[in-house]
């Protein structure tokens, strides 16, 4: 651990002005950015620390945003992605605005609901080269794109793959209604299989044989 600065003293915990909220370090907060336009910064906590006038800094570990990186965003993007950089920073800790959650990817897909201050991470970010870790994640569906949280999927009975509506030419709303679902490579299969496995109704047509003419 790095030793603190004469002058300067660690803190356990720092109370964000104007809330009873309380940051400890390894907790994720809302940072207020200098372009109000723009929503607060994402970030995790990872000291806290006090000058001899009493001003508190915080230093943290920036998320980004996929806009804010050097691929920006892409359409398997969830709308509450964040992607963990190896940006360190100090700041205010007036700056704070709030706290959040950066849920796992597993745990944020099982979320029944997700509320404003939510939020998920699946990769960690170099910022000056753009590379990810990991740098390979599971694709789906015929457009073969990882998964994005906010976009419904259909899961195909065979294969067990999962798919989205629009590739497979349904509508959002006739995906909710099913009940079933084959995609279209397992229903071609499937209608062979059924080919196979059917039955004759009739009997086989044989070659007509003339009979013998008897000899008189």
């Known amino acids: 651990m790095a030793k603190t600065k004469p002058g300067k003293k660690d803190l356990d915990s720092?109370?964000?002005k104007g809330t009873n909220k309380v940051v400890r370090a390894g907790d994720c907060v809302l940072m207020r950015p200098s372009d109000s336009d723009k929503p607060p910064y994402v970030a995790r906590v990872e000291k806290i620390e006090a000058d001899n006038?009493?001003?508190?800094?915080?230093?943290?570990?920036?998320?980004?945003?996929p806009e804010e990186s050097i691929g920006g965003?892409?359409?398997?993007?969830?709308?509450k992605e964040l992607f963990l950089s190896d940006h360190y920073d100090v700041q205010s800790a007036h700056t704070i605005e709030g706290k959040c959650t950066v849920h796992s990817f597993k745990n944020?897909?099982?979320?029944?609901?997700?509320?404003?201050?939510?939020?998920?991470?699946?990769?960690?970010y170099k910022a000056a080269t753009g590379g990810f870790t990991p740098d390979r994640v599971a694709v789906y569906c015929k457009c073969e794109m990882p998964y994005n949280p906010d976009d419904l999927m259909?899961?195909?009975?065979?294969?067990?793959?999962?798919?989205?509506?629009?590739?497979?030419g349904m509508t959002i709303e006739q995906a909710k209604k099913l009940d079933h679902f084959l995609c279209s490579d397992?229903?071609?299969?499937?209608?062979?299989?059924?080919?196979m496995?059917?039955?004759?109704?009739?009997?086989?047509?044989?070659?007509?044989?003339?009979?013998?003419?008897?000899?008189?």
């Open 197 to 216: 496995n059917t039955f004759p109704v009739s009997p086989p047509v044989e070659p007509k044989v003339e009979p013998k003419r008897r000899k008189r």
């Open 53 to 65: 006038r009493n001003n508190v800094k915080v230093r943290v570990r920036w998320y980004y945003r």
């Open 154 to 168: 259909v899961q195909c009975e065979g294969c067990k793959d999962w798919f989205h509506p629009s590739c497979m």
């Open 108 to 124: 944020y897909t099982k979320l029944e609901n997700v509320g404003a201050e939510d939020y998920f991470c699946r990769f960690e």
């Open 73 to 79: 965003r892409r359409q398997f993007h969830g709308a």
């Open 14 to 16: 720092y109370t964000i």
């Open 186 to 195: 397992c229903s071609s299969e499937d209608d062979a299989k059924r080919s």
